[in-house]
């Protein structure tokens, strides 16, 4: 078992309680990893790179790289995140974009409730309300 299985399994998650608190559990695109909050990945460039993380409800923070340890966010920054999300409205936002020959584009999935919503900015035009957001998900490590 993986170290990001430990640390789920110390949940004590059950499918009635994970569809009893509102999540989508549909198996429509994106499926997300169970419980998770938000997963962004972070791809182009001029060598044209990709980087992925998963953002869970108790901060677990797990990237693509299984070489990299687990990262744990503390409350505030949990609670930080999640409100600049729903300020973002990311129900609102496009789904996709043209994306830029030397810049970033950035993907995100969200989990808000029952929704999940999808959608992608550019780095260097994104929109004021995911500026912030943008800044908070380079912190946790995208």
Known sequence: MSELDDALAQESWSLREHLAAGSDASLREPA???LALLMV???GGLRFTSRTITIYHNGLVAGDNPSRRLRRLPPLAIARLYHTLLRARPCRLP???E????GYVYSFHARIGERICRFEVAAYNAPPAVRDLLRLVRQAGV
């Open 32 to 34: 997300l990893p169970r």
């Open 41 to 43: 990945s972070r791809s």
């Open 95 to 97: 789904s996709r974009i």
């Open 99 to 102: 994306p830029a020959p030397d």
